[in-house]
């Protein structure tokens, strides 16, 4: 069979699988049918929706460029009005900071505790948040996507403390970071670039190691497959056996036909592959939303996902064909609510586009698929065939080394033992990206919270009446973790404050 590339750039969610010969790298994102059909849930927030423009280049002095206004959303209800309460700064990652802010519950929910001002500040290039007047001019070439990059996000959140902090008398306040994906992995990174500006993160599902010869480039797909796995081996086995089946299928236009009618699309399929690569987000995203109650985070899903899928490729009756079967496996993801009518290949609801770019440029975590553990097509991550394919693309070559050598990773306990502090690592090991993380504690302050049961940064939601105690007490000892650093930041500053 075809050899197939299965790609998976993105961090807080978005997945390319990457068919290798023909069809372009960057043709599935994420998908979804429907969008304005499913209802979302969202946590009751209320907030101020501010801008502060922003130098587009922090690090020249270059006076041709123009600046952007950065958005971010701000709720100061709860905040101390001695003007010496935490500020908690969520960071921004790949997407529209609204639909960050409404799944960060967590943070909603103990502002009032810590009589906290929140601050969800948009990541540039997202959202709202695009330089030179609009996404089209933003996004247009290699020169204007320049300005993407986690450095200049960094910079942009710390000019915004700074100027927050000046703008309500607050020098004094501790600020508190928080992010899940990749904005955990800019919220761990801001505490060790900026330590005079944040007395600590949450780095909620960071996978600040899934770079190059950190960790084996196959584990975040063994950790997909072992998801199935472990819910069901017939499962596991009729997804293994589907690629070569689509495979042959594809290999004809009557047998595309057939596929597309299999699976109703909305439009014919040109390809096996663009079938497989929508297959394979699927089950990416649903290891990384396994939640153990119904969510809405990427989709309306039932608790436990995986196994509602599972039982569904398997509850087949006799004689029924493996696509079909897949097909009404994949409805749980894709058409949970019943309400899709046909599905769309491309769909990008959340606006995370621009990690494309990132991820051909700084961004680059190898991922292979290993013949022997996995249950996608093998796969060898090659370096050359990505380069080509970013310089295809947008007309740019990636940096692999660059991360790892700006923010480290390499040896990362021994660094951070000497070096870092006040940072927590949460992880469930049901995430594909726990894998790419920090399992481990390292000091007495970088600290790792391993959930076995946890799924993509389900601490940061907001809590249930479904919460099992595992996660209960998780978020317990974040925030009593929390608490130090802002109580040791009052001492040291001799504030009294009464938490
Ligand atoms: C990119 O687009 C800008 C704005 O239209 C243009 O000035 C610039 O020359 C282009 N750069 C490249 C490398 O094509
Ligand atoms: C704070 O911001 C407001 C408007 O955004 C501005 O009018 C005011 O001058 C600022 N105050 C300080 C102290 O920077
Ligand atoms: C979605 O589910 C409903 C109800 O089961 C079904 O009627 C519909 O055909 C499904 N949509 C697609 C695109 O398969
Ligand atoms: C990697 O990709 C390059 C460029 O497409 C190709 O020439 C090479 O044979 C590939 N290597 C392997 C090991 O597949
Ligand atoms: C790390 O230390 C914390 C206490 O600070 C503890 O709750 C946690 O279980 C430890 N994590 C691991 C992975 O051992």
């Not at 019943?338 to 290949?345: I, N, S, T, V, Y």
């Not at 947008?394 to 080394?401: E, I, L, M, S, Y």
């Not at 690592?425 to 726990?434: A, E, I, R, T, Y």
């Amino acid at each position: 069979m075809k050899s197939f590339t299965l790609l998976l750039l993105i961090l807080s969610f978005i997945l390319y699988p990457l068919p290798s010969s023909s069809s372009s790298l960057f043709k599935h994102r994420l998908l979804r049918t429907e969008p304005s059909s499913t209802k979302q849930t969202e946590t009751k927030i209320s907030y101020k929706t501010k801008y502060l423009q922003q130098n587009l280049d922090h690090f020249t002095f270059n006076n041709n460029l123009p600046t952007f206004p950065q958005r971010y959303l701000l709720n100061t209800d709860h905040w101390d009005p001695s003007s010496v309460g935490p500020i908690f700064f969520y960071c921004g990652n790949e997407g529209d900071i609204v639909w960050f802010a409404q799944n960060s519950g967590f943070l909603w929910e103990i502002a009032p505790m810590f009589k906290a001002m929140l601050v969800f500040p948009e990541h540039r290039y997202y959202g709202e948040s695009v330089p030179f007047g609009s996404k089209d001019e933003a996004y247009k070439n290699a020169s204007t996507l320049s300005y993407l990059t986690s450095e200049q996000a960094l910079a942009d959140f710390a000019v915004l403390i700074t100027y927050l902090k000046h703008n309500y008398s607050a020098l004094l306040s501790p600020v508190v970071l928080f992010g899940g994906s990749y904005g955990g992995m800019l919220a761990a990174w801001m505490r060790l670039k900026y330590p005079h500006i944040a007395v600590g993160a949450l780095a909620a599902s960071a996978p600040i190691l899934q770079f190059e010869d950190i960790i084996p480039p196959q584990t975040f797909y063994d950790i997909v497959s072992n998801d199935f796995r472990r819910e069901s081996v017939t499962c596991f086995n009729y997804i293994k056996q589907s690629w070569d089946e689509i495979a042959s299928r594809g290999q004809t236009n009557d047998g595309l036909v057939q596929l597309t009618r299999t699976f109703n699309f909305c439009q014919q399929l040109n390809s096996a592959e663009d079938l497989s690569g929508w297959l394979s987000s699927a089950y990416s995203y649903l290891a990384m939303v396994n939640y153990p109650y119904p969510s809405e985070f990427m989709m309306p899903l039932p608790g436990h996902p995986i196994k509602e899928v599972c039982r569904r490729i398997d509850g087949g009756p006799p004689g029924t064909s493996i696509p079909e079967r897949i097909y009404e496996g994949v409805n749980v993801y894709y058409n949970y609510t019943g309400e899709a009518k046909c599905f769309e290949l491309d769909d990008d609801p959340h606006g995370l586009s621009g990690w494309n770019w990132q991820a051909c440029t700084e961004m680059v975590m190898p991922m292979s698929s290993s013949p022997d553990f996995s249950m996608f097509p093998p796969y060898e991550f090659n370096y050359s065939s990505f380069e080509e394919e970013c310089l295809k693309e947008f007309g740019v070559k990636p940096r692999p080394k660059w991360i790892t050598t700006e923010f480290g990773g390499h040896n990362i306990h021994a660094t951070l033992k000497k070096f870092g502090s006040n940072i927590i690592f949460s992880n469930g090991l049901l995430d594909p990206w726990s894998g790419g993380s920090v399992l481990q504690n390292i000091s007495e302050s970088v600290v790792a919270l391993v959930t076995e049961e946890g799924a993509h940064h389900i601490d940061l939601r907001a809590s249930t009446k479904n919460d099992p105690t595992w996660l209960i007490e998780q978020r317990a000892t974040e925030i009593k973790l929390i608490q130090g650093w802002i109580s040791d930041h009052y001492q040291k500053n001799k504030v009294i404050f009464d938490m």
